[in-house]
């Protein structure tokens, strides 16, 4: 018995006008779009256009055939302005074939040439995923390390956006540190792509003046967005962390543990430049880490040295001679806030009023 579902809809041929600036002959646009359409049913197909990776390749041949007929038969922009028009007329289901969005799949084509790249890479993260990286990342090399971060961090559009701004790519391991030197090659290199430089705590509402307790008070506050600067696998254990050692009491400013690094990171503040005797301090908290807290399988704990600024030499001969594993970053801090807000926020007085913690320094 005959089911009774839609008539299947009959395939009326759209009359075509001639294309403006083209000078070619009505039938080689006809081509095009009878061709794209044959290749959105054949993805339709497949997978309904729910999977990305389906998606994004489709979008790429669409943008690699629109670039190649560019090319060859001169057409010009209003092409793509018609060819929008006729693809959302014949797909009414499918959003995505605008005009702007059409250019974006030419402009994806044109940035990535190998189908391999696509199908194995770029294609794994969101379409509009890409659409940011084409608006804002010009240079192929760091768009890739881009889409490969996406991919093995998990981020959200708001996140990608937010890494570029910051400059990720440029700040990404190049901190100093002597992780070469005491760690084992695996966990060396993988500690060093941790660390930034310099860090950027732009979601902070205070000012360059701050203290160091007003920047950790500032952070914990910020805790979210303080983590997503550290990047993926820090997990905070706390705050002016309490270890009596040999009967006196010590405080570490901020305690974490990396997941994949399996070891704890201890990380100091400091708001002014760098000083040698930092190293020596971090090299004391990291023994005394590794002894009360880690576990037989951790891996050995690293420091981490947050200065507002740093003299490369002096922390190269800083950490020359020391055995645990240190690093050292500056940071930044951008009063964001308008002037006019200003006197709604506490002053340092009065946040150091109510930081009443014992041990706070460093």
């Not at 543990?257 to 990291?286: D, S, T």
């Not at 399988?297 to 001969?317: H, M, R, T, W």
């Not at 020359?320 to 930044?332: F, H, L, M």
Request: aromatic residues 10%.
């Amino acid at each position: 018995m005959a089911g009774k579902g839609k008539p299947r809809k009959p395939d009326f041929e759209i009359v075509q006008q001639p294309v403006a600036q083209s000078g070619k002959a009505p039938v080689d646009y006809a081509l095009l779009l009878d061709d794209l359409k044959g290749k959105i049913r054949s993805a339709q197909i497949r997978a309904g256009l729910a999977a990305n990776r389906e998606l994004v390749l489709l979008y790429w041949e669409i943008g690699r055939r629109i670039l190649d007929s560019q090319r060859q038969e001169g057409w010009g922009a209003k092409v793509v302005d018609r060819l929008a028009q006729d693809l959302r007329r014949e797909f009414p289901e499918m959003k995505g074939f605008s005009p702007r969005n059409l250019k974006y799949m030419r402009l994806f084509a044109e940035a990535y040439q190998d189908s391999q790249f696509v199908q194995q890479v770029a294609a794994q993260i969101p379409w509009f995923h890409n659409v940011v990286l084409l608006d804002k990342v010009k240079a192929s090399i760091e768009r890739e390390w881009y889409i490969r971060q996406t991919i093995q961090n998990g981020w959200s559009r708001n996140v990608l956006v937010h890494q570029i701004e910051s400059g990720l790519y440029k700040r990404q391991g190049k901190a100093v540190s002597n992780f070469a030197r005491t760690l084992p090659a695996p966990q060396s290199e993988l500690a060093r792509q941790i660390l930034k430089d310099p860090y950027v705590f732009d979601f902070l509402t205070i000012g360059e003046e701050a203290k160091e307790r007003d920047v950790e008070k500032a952070l914990l506050e910020q805790i979210r967005a303080f983590l997503l600067e550290l990047g993926v696998g820090f997990a905070f254990v706390g705050s002016q962390y309490h270890m009596e050692i040999g009967g006196d009491d010590f405080y570490i400013d901020l305690l974490f543990y990396h997941l994949r690094l399996r070891c704890f990171v201890v990380i100091e503040l400091k708001v002014g430049e760098f000083q040698p005797e930092y190293a020596g301090k971090m090299n004391f908290y990291l023994s005394a880490v590794d002894d009360l807290l880690r576990h037989k399988d951790d891996q050995p704990s690293i420091g981490i040295i947050l200065c507002k600024s740093k003299n490369k030499v002096v922390v190269e001969y800083a950490l020359r001679d020391t055995r645990k594993p240190i690093g050292v970053s500056g940071y930044k801090l951008t009063e964001t806030l308008p002037k006019k807000l200003k006197g709604e926020l506490p002053s340092i007085e009065e946040l150091e009023t109510s930081m009443k913690e014992p041990g706070h320094g460093g």
